[in-house]
């Protein structure tokens, strides 16, 4: 008889593959059928409509009025540079949103996007070409770069801009590419469960497990809406997380640990009995415990860092849900 389900399965296997820098695949498994692509086609669109990025919004180059002009001694009309320009991918330092940098350059000379490195700004897109000078020409310019998300239209950005600027389409997303595609999976001999492999690739701007971790961020912020009003929980959270290799851990005796004889009876004495309550706690928590002196302290410190963890490690909010509520348990 077929087993009757009352709530779906929920994956528990997340992995990643990183291909290069730039590029990687993300998987998730394993899914009831038809779940997969619920999840992996609205990440897709986040991914590529929501990613933030930076982009020139506007350029003020010396001696051009506009797109159509051309500037003495350089081998590209206007037109041409900024086309190459849109092709060089910029990232402000310091948590900047926008910037305002200006160029100089005298021939003769070939400008790529490595040229336009500074302090201010990275150009992850270094081998670009932007223009070629002649001997004895020079080429002075501003661009402001700006933080976004998707794609703005020059006209939407005129007003930004100051007189003898030259407003740019702003294409921002730095995600170049997010494609998936489902497998079957095998779940106790049931082969009709799926798993979602995500291919992620970037300009650089930003990793592609940074891009990914944002966008969930973003189909989170958007379901919220509805915890507003409807107050949701998942059930199967505190599951999975206790299925966890490092909850497991958490949750072990301090035996496990093999503390000498006077550092064990000082937490035992306080009525330590997992190797959690240590994480938790903070150093100075710790050094507090009685009759816990400077060796012990030392000791009990080097043998959880051989364990794996640290004292007052920043553990992540559901582990902690779920291993304050084995430590209750233990009590």
Known sequence: MKKIKTTPLAPQEFEVEQISE??????????????????????????????????????????????????????????DFILNLKEIRFKLNNDATEAE??????GPCTI??????????EVVTPEAPLATLNEDSTLNFTIKIAQGIGYVASEDTYEEVEDGYIALDAYFTPVRSATYKIENV????????????????TDGQISPIDAFR?????????????????????PTTIERVEESPDLKKLTTNIDSLGLSARSFNCLDRSNIKLIGEIVLMSTNDLKNVKNLGKKSY??????????????????????????????????
């Open 22 to 79: 730039n590029e990687a695949n993300i998987m998730a498994y394993p899914f009831e059928t038809g779940y997969a692509i619920s999840l992996a086609h609205p990440l897709r669109r986040f991914l590529l409509s929501s990613s933030v990025g930076y982009a020139p919004i506007a350029i003020k180059i010396e001696g051009a009025k506009h797109e159509f002009d051309s500037v003495r001694g350089m081998l590209e009309d206007i037109s």
């Open 101 to 106: 940098i200006n160029y100089s350059f005298a």
């Open 112 to 121: 790529t996007g490595a040229d336009l490195s500074n302090d201010e700004v």
């Open 186 to 201: 095998l779940v106790e001999d049931n082969p009709n469960f799926e798993r979602v492999v995500m291919n992620i690739r």
């Open 214 to 234: 944002n966008s969930l961020e973003v189909m989170y912020a958007q379901l919220a809406v509805f915890n507003s009003e409807i107050s949701i929980k998942a």
């Open 298 to 331: 030392d000791e009990i410190v080097e043998k959880v860092q051989e364990f794996g963890f640290t004292v007052g490690a920043d553990l992540d909010d559901e582990v902690v849900t779920a291993l304050k509520k084995k430590i209750e348990a233990a009590s």
